[in-house]
């Protein structure tokens, strides 16, 4: 059974940076594509990046688009998502996912195994 652990969260002023990690274990993960997700309250899960599992594709979700960056190390089991120019409107429950294949892709039903996630917050 894969095991995601989120970390890097928390409070950040606008404009700052975070980087989120996630740490993949008990499968092989390097594989797999793997993706980021963020829940604001009341609001549905969306998509914010995804990658392939050699980390040569990747895609974003409109509003982070030349803001944040995903990559990976596999060695490690690891993703990242480096998080630039944070708006008050990215504060949100992020979560990363591992796909159940090898392609990237933005949508949540194609992600087999979850993160139980981590909060960032960005303040005005």
């Known amino acids: 059974q894969v095991h995601l652990v989120e970390s890097g969260g928390g409070l950040v002023q606008a404009g700052g940076s975070l980087r989120l990690s996630c740490a993949a274990s008990g499968g092989t993960g390097s594989t797999n594509g793997m993706g980021w997700f963020r829940q604001a309250p009341g609001k549905e899960r969306e998509f914010v990046a995804t990658?392939?599992?050699?980390?040569?594709?990747?895609d974003y979700a409109d509003s982070v688009k030349g803001r944040f960056t995903i990559s990976r190390d596999n060695a490690k089991n690891t993703v990242y998502l480096q998080m630039n120019s944070l708006k008050p409107e990215d504060t949100a429950v992020y979560y990363c996912?591992?796909?159940?294949?090898?392609?990237?892709?933005?949508?949540?039903?194609?992600?087999?195994?979850w993160g139980q996630g981590t909060q960032v917050t960005v303040s005005s």
């Open positions: 996912a591992q796909t159940a294949g090898l392609v990237p892709t933005p949508f949540r039903e194609e992600y087999k195994h």
């Open positions: 990658i392939s599992w050699s980390g040569s594709t990747t």
